[in-house]
């Protein structure tokens, strides 16, 4: 068993070549892969498993299980739409295949968020549809002591979620219940700020840290995707086009303000964006790869893709 790394900007990637599938893999052979893998992730952030040969969502759980931990089961008040294949394995985000995926780090806008992220590739399709990463380090190196600071003091996420009938998720698909009682219970314990309103919709109000101390490294590091929720970042004209078809941008699906309540100006999400560029790095996906992330450490994204493309995941 062999590694390689792939470096763009301050981010690396460490492919580990498994050369056996894990159908095949003996209690020897695993405590390798746990032993190999925990080291690289410890040293990079991600590590991508070649040759682990993963053929379906079944075989991707019982290898995820593997690595231990206890699978999330759950993804709710999530504010992307996901389908559940089986116990702790979901879709990747369902968006169309013409748009990519903003980087971010996953549920940093909720008051918990997964240690780990594991994807595993299927299906992969014709062209492009990597998940590309980013060291947040190198990433919130790269930005003007001013708006490090900025984000460092706190960034608010603001949701309006309808009840039935408008822009973006549902309250009820978002918490997955029916039931307002369950609702408030799951944002009180998560120390949200919410509002009912008139027409039966949910007023949601988040302040999150912008910047967390990486317990892998002890350093600073970016944690947050403030510049996702922000309408800028929806493809071509579409952030105008929702802008035009509300009211307010207390209206928006998502709205993202400073901790002051500041909005976030354009020149500091186009440095957010550089420094992403930068140091984003995409390796294509081969069917039965595994990529494991450590959320706190190293942001994700999607490529706009042609063809076919089944990419699940499961996080701890």
């Not at 979620?161 to 369950?182: I, V, Y």
């Amino acid at each position: 068993m062999r590694h390689t790394t792939r470096t763009t900007g301050g981010t690396t990637l460490a492919i580990l070549h498994t050369e056996t599938p894990a159908d095949a893999w003996d209690e020897a052979r695993w405590e390798e892969v746990r032993g190999r893998t925990r080291v690289l992730l410890d040293s990079y952030g991600v590590v991508l498993l070649r040759g682990a040969g993963i053929p379906d969502a079944t075989a991707f759980h019982a290898a995820v299980s593997g690595f231990g931990g206890d699978l999330i089961e759950s993804y709710r008040g999530g504010n992307t739409p996901r389908k559940t294949l089986s116990d702790g394995v979901f879709t990747s985000t369902e968006y169309p295949a013409r748009y990519d995926i903003t980087l971010h780090n996953e549920l940093s806008y909720a008051r918990s968020w997964p240690d780990r992220l594991y994807f595993c590739c299927l299906d992969a399709p014709d062209t492009g549809g990597a998940t590309p990463v980013c060291d947040g380090e190198a990433l919130l190196g790269a930005l003007s002591p001013e708006v490090r600071e900025r984000f460092a003091a706190g960034v608010v996420y603001r949701q309006y979620l309808h009840g039935g009938a408008g822009l973006g998720k549902s309250w009820q698909d978002t918490f997955e219940t029916d039931g307002r009682a369950a609702v408030e219970e799951f944002l009180t314990e998560s120390g949200a700020d919410f509002v009912w309103t008139a027409d039966g919709g949910l007023r949601v109000s988040q302040h999150r840290p912008g910047v967390r101390k990486n317990p892998r490294t002890g350093r600073d590091t970016w944690f947050n995707q403030a510049d996702q929720w922000h309408p800028s970042n929806l493809p071509d004209d579409e952030g105008e086009l929702l802008l035009s078809l509300t009211d307010s941008v207390d209206d928006l699906p998502h709205w993202v303000t400073y901790a002051d309540g500041t909005p976030l100006p354009d020149e500091d999400l186009a440095e957010v964006r550089a420094a992403q560029r930068e140091h984003m790095l995409t390796e294509p996906w081969q069917r039965g790869d595994v990529m494991i992330v450590h959320n706190l450490s190293v942001l994700h994204g999607r490529e706009a893709f042609t063809g076919t493309r089944k990419v699940v995941v499961s996080m701890t």
